[in-house]
């Protein structure tokens, strides 16, 4: 990973909790001005469930819907980049999407979520887990992956349901551009999805801006109007 340290002296967000897994996981919450509408998962990167995933849950729901992220991690957060990656590995891909399957229920459990799907939005790490989680779970019908990271084999798209929109960053030393059409490849040819992968002149983490060193503003605004359009447009 080409990922900075980020120094963090915050605990994880949390404000809810919910069955998931066999056990209670947590997770953060953010309800839209009107008090209802569609429901849109929010997966955290690497580093946890930090001030910038909140924000992003609250920007989703100031925007409209129901924003929940899952705390991947159980409440911790990782302060510089090797704890990022040791906790990253810790949690295995199947975990990962068997706590995310129980946000999922939990959301659309919720009176306040309008939608019979939900959307799906990650990123670092938790856009990988947007791949995976769309690709085994039916209900994800949007699926938003911000320079996802694929640990391993790519999942089996074959019965995937989700129209997918990605945003990657040209400069990302950790995804190579050439890698994309690969991706795109094993979704169309497992699910007939055509999904529509997006290139910005962007490193790695463009849409972080808690990190000056990355953070690109066009590119982010970009990605931001045409999510929210594209989760409009999937979840009503």
């Given at each position: 990973?080409?990922?900075?340290?980020?120094?963090?002296?915050?605990?994880a967000h949390q404000n809810?909790?919910?069955?998931?897994?066999?056990?209670?996981?947590?997770?953060?919450?953010?309800?839209?001005?009107?008090?209802?509408?569609?429901?849109?998962?929010?997966?955290?990167?690497w580093w946890g469930l930090t001030?910038?995933?909140?924000?992003?849950?609250?920007?989703?729901?100031?925007?409209?819907?129901?924003?929940?992220?899952?705390?991947?991690?159980?409440?911790?957060?990782?302060?510089?980049?090797?704890?990022?990656?040791?906790?990253?590995?810790?949690?295995?891909?199947?975990?990962?999407?068997?706590?995310?399957?129980?946000?999922?229920?939990?959301?659309?459990?919720?009176?306040?979520?309008?939608?019979?799907?939900?959307?799906?939005?990650?990123?670092?790490?938790?856009?990988?887990?947007?791949?995976?989680?769309?690709?085994?779970?039916?209900?994800?019908?949007?699926?938003?992956?911000?320079?996802?990271?694929?640990?391993?084999?790519?999942?089996?798209?074959?019965?995937?349901?989700?129209?997918?929109?990605?945003?990657?960053?040209?400069?990302?030393?950790?995804?190579?551009?050439?890698?994309?059409?690969?991706?795109?490849?094993?979704?169309?040819?497992?699910?007939?999805?055509?999904?529509?992968?997006?290139?910005?002149?962007?490193?790695?983490?463009?849409?972080?801006?808690?990190?000056?060193?990355?953070?690109?503003?066009?590119?982010?605004?970009?990605?931001?109007?045409?999510?929210?359009?594209?989760?409009?447009?999937?979840?009503?």
């Open positions: 990973m080409s990922e900075l340290p980020k120094p963090t002296g915050s605990p809810v909790t919910f069955p998931s897994a066999g056990s209670t996981a947590h997770g953060y919450l953010a309800l839209p001005p009107s008090g209802q509408g569609p429901g849109v998962i929010v997966i955290q990167e001030d910038h995933i909140a924000d992003v849950t609250r920007r989703l729901a100031a925007e409209g819907f129901v924003a929940l992220a899952p705390d991947l991690y159980g409440g911790n957060v990782a302060h510089d980049s090797a704890e990022a990656l040791r906790m990253m590995q810790a949690l295995p891909i199947p975990s990962g999407v068997e706590l995310l399957s129980g946000a999922v229920d939990y959301l659309l459990g919720l009176p306040e979520v309008t939608s019979e799907t939900v959307g799906s939005v990650g990123f670092c790490m938790g856009g990988g887990f947007v791949l995976y989680q769309a690709a085994a779970d039916p209900r994800v019908s949007a699926a938003v992956p911000f320079y996802g990271v694929i640990r391993g084999e790519l999942p089996d798209f074959s019965g995937l349901k989700a129209q997918v929109l990605g945003h990657y960053g040209e400069h990302d030393t950790g995804i190579p551009v050439d890698s994309l059409k690969t991706l795109a490849e094993a979704i169309e040819s497992q699910s007939g999805i055509t999904p529509d992968l997006r290139v910005y002149p962007a490193q790695h983490a463009f849409f972080n801006d808690g990190r000056a060193e990355v953070y690109d503003a066009g590119s982010a605004a970009q990605a931001w109007e045409s999510t929210l359009a594209f989760l409009r447009a999937r979840l009503g």
